[in-house]
């Protein structure tokens, strides 16, 4: 079984930056896809961004689109979502996910699924 541990949310001001972790273990991800969901409350979980383990390559929700940058250490079993020009539409429950089918943004193809760690934007 793998898990999935998310931390580095917290609050900040509009046009401030964050970045969140995901630590992953229990098995290899080489052949993974990682992923980064949030969810607002009242609102459908959202997808955010994606990053291939073996090859880096990466996948943005157009709403974070230059925002937002995805990233991950395969030695640490790490994901990373460096977030700048935060807006207060960021708030949400950010969660880290895995899945085995290349760069999806539909959550039902991720397999593991972390906590989730709260991010708070203020204007």
């Known amino acids: 079984q793998v898990q999935l541990v998310e931390s580095g949310g917290g609050l900040v001001q509009a046009g401030g930056s964050l970045r969140l972790s995901c630590a992953a273990s229990?098995?290899?991800?080489?052949?993974?896809?990682m992923g980064w969901f949030r969810q607002a409350p009242g609102k459908e979980r959202e997808f955010v961004a994606a990053?291939?383990?073996?090859?880096?390559?990466?996948y943005y929700a157009d709403s974070v689109k230059g925002r937002f940058t995805i990233s991950r250490d395969n030695a640490k079993n790490t994901v990373y979502l460096q977030m700048d020009s935060l807006k207060p539409e960021d708030t949400a429950v950010y969660y880290c996910?895995?899945?085995?089918?290349?760069?999806?943004?539909?959550?039902?193809?991720?397999?593991?699924w972390g906590q989730g760690t709260q991010v708070t934007v203020s204007s």
């Open positions: 996910a895995a899945g085995r089918v290349y760069l999806v943004r539909e959550s039902r193809f991720y397999d593991y």
């Open positions: 990053i291939s383990w073996n090859s880096g390559n990466t």
């Open positions: 229990g098995r290899t991800f080489s052949s993974y896809t």
